[in-house]
């Protein structure tokens, strides 16, 4: 028996009057897009799990585009839960976002949960024009309450101009060396990343400093920064990167 084969395709466009519109949204399976209030000129959509995934086995793919101009807001109802599947094969969970010349991508979902048993293979790809903006959340829950996490290897790769500028993966639970030590998470539960690209950066470079004792800030060789974290649970993780993204906004200057 094989796993669900899903996908779902966003495109972001400029309505032609100071905001955005949503001329496709359209999703199957797990996928159930929904089309928020816009705030301002931004377009909000919220993708609200219609089914349990992913899970082994399953194949799911996610397109995002803003086109040129355009801003759109993204964001999920709940955490996504990745659960262990009947055929023992991974799941997979592609995501590809793109933002062409003046177009702010916020994508914001909330966590993901790698329960116990589970296997599943996460590649996020995000393509920027040089005049685009960006930002970027991710977070992974190692375990549900009193639970070992299942496999998880995520990959997030971003291009700028058709540069690459940011380039990482991450694999944790059973079969992954040293996941769980001193140098990687010492013993905390929950990862995540909040990563901001903003020509702005180019006029108002980041100083690297730490955050607390478990989060820190860091420049990226190109007009963008990376807030990083662990942490004993989401709640606290999220404070974290909140708190990383306000200093972020305090740097360049926005509200």
Known sequence: MTGLRAAARIVAAPDGRG???LPVLDG?????????????????VALVGAMSAPLGGDLLALTAEAEAGAALRFTT????IAL??????????????RAGDGARVCWLPEPLISAQGSDLRMTTRVGLAATARLVFREEQVLGRAGERPGRLAARLTVRRAGRPLFDQELRYGPGAPGWDGGAVLGGHRAVGQLLVVDPAFERHPVVARPLGATAALTPLAGPAALVSAVAPDALVLRKLLDWGLSQLNAALGAP
């Not at 199957?28 to 929904?34: D, E, I, V, W």
Request: no cysteine.
């Open 84 to 97: 262990p599947g009947r055929t023992g094969a991974p799941a997979v969970y592609d995501t590809l976002i």
């Open 19 to 21: 905001g955005t519109a």
């Open 28 to 44: 199957a399976g797990p996928f159930a897009l929904r089309r928020l209030r816009p705030h301002g000129p931004q377009a909000r």
């Open 77 to 80: 109802t709940a955490a996504t």
